[in-house]
């Protein structure tokens, strides 16, 4: 059945995935793994704009071995997630900024703007039409990953005149093991993950597979994630390869890492220091050196780390690595500003708080 809705045709498949098996698989989706039955796919020509939207049956998408992307990596994305209301509806959480920061991305890529309004409309429909696949679970939600990605057929070096943007939906449970509980961190001292002038600040694929390098080095330090120093002096602490960053001090006040070109600028992180001000705590955007963070560690000044993201929400850091030590932080548990922060905006992503500042949009 075809029926436009405002700018996406909408070709529903009914039953790809028989609610058995579906119900077998939202009982422990993991993260990344299961997909729904549908996607959101748009066209971009120079000549013809943004064209042919429709929302779809997910499938494999024929890509020419000479697609721009496959050689020069012009590729940007965003995570945002659904989350299943009390009363069995379901909200999106500040899918604004979602498309504000995509259309940033794109900007730095040298990629065509996706307007905003065809962005969130793209993540609505896909949410509603695969509402079913909404985790019930208290630790679930339907996370949506939109991208946009180069496929003009052409080996020349230049931004591309043919694009695609998509939205694929993957339920998902907690993403990591043990939820929330604290993790290790490994300093990268040798590599890093994005400098001034770079492509730091935009969603952009290729930061991640920079990135990979160092986590996998983490991981054989016994790490669970990597933090990344700036990239001049070595010294500052940017962010995880895929988190921003808080540090909590005895007075109860925060400090997290200005914006300012080498970070992403994080919508958890923009969020948790909105909640934080609210409370009436400090909050500081202001570089963090790696020593001042081993120093005030050792001291008791610092009581709390943690990493912020939406995939995470937040995830306390409990000890850190380098390669001439280690230091834990307090007792290298959940500390309780992580912990109040964390469960305050869960509430209000799934709409069980008061959302003082509109931050949740309604679905159905
Ligand atoms: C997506 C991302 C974050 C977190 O951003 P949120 O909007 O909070 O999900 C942090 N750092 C990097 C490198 C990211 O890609």
Redesign the pocket.
């Known amino acids: 059945m075809d029926q436009p809705n405002q700018h996406f045709v909408v070709d529903t498949h009914p039953g790809i995935v028989p609610a058995e098996q579906r119900t077998a698989l939202l009982a422990n989706p993991g993260f990344g793994k299961v997909f729904t039955d549908h996607m959101a796919i748009v066209r971009y020509s120079q000549d013809r704009g943004w064209h042919d939207a429709r929302i779809t049956a997910r499938a494999p998408i024929p890509l020419d071995p000479a697609s721009a992307v496959l050689h020069y990596a012009q590729e940007i994305f965003e995570?945002?997630k659904a989350y299943r209301a009390e009363d069995g509806g379901a909200v999106l959480f500040r899918p604004g900024?979602?498309a504000s920061?995509f259309r940033l991305s794109a900007e730095r890529m040298a990629m065509p703007a996706v307007p905003e309004e065809m962005f969130v409309e793209a993540c609505r429909l896909v949410t509603t039409t695969d509402r079913a696949w909404i985790p019930d679970s208290p630790d679930g939600s339907l996370y949506l990953r939109p991208f946009m990605f180069a496929n003009e057929v052409f080996l020349g070096v230049k931004p591309s005149s043919e694009y695609l943007f998509l939205v694929i939906a993957s339920p998902v449970g907690a993403y990591f093991k043990g939820g929330a509980s604290a993790v290790s961190i490994w300093v990268s001292d040798e590599y890093v993950?994005a400098a001034p002038g770079g492509t730091?600040a935009a969603?952009y694929g290729g930061?991640?597979a920079a990135s990979l390098k160092a986590q996998a080095e983490a991981t054989e330090n016994g790490c669970d994630q990597v933090v990344f120093l700036d990239a001049v002096e070595r010294r500052w602490i940017d962010?995880?390869?895929?988190?921003?960053v808080f540090f909590v001090f005895e007075d109860g006040s925060l400090l997290t890492p200005p914006l300012g070109g080498s970070?992403?600028?994080?919508?958890?992180?923009d969020s948790l220091i909105t909640l934080a001000r609210d409370a009436g705590r400090t909050v500081r955007e202001e570089p963090y050196a790696i020593d001042q963070w081993a120093a005030d560690a050792a001291s008791g000044r610092l009581r709390e780390a943690f990493a912020?993201?939406?995939?995470a929400v937040i995830t306390p850091i409990g000890t850190v690595k380098r390669r001439d030590g280690a230091f834990k932080i307090a007792d290298g548990e959940a500390g309780p500003v992580a912990t109040s922060l964390r469960q305050q905006l869960v509430d209000i992503q799934r709409a069980k708080a008061p959302d003082p500042h509109g931050w949740v949009q309604r679905l159905f």
């Open positions: 995570g945002l900024e979602n920061r993950r730091g969603k930061n991640y962010e995880l390869g895929g988190m921003n970070i992403l600028p994080g919508i958890t992180r912020c993201g939406t995939a």
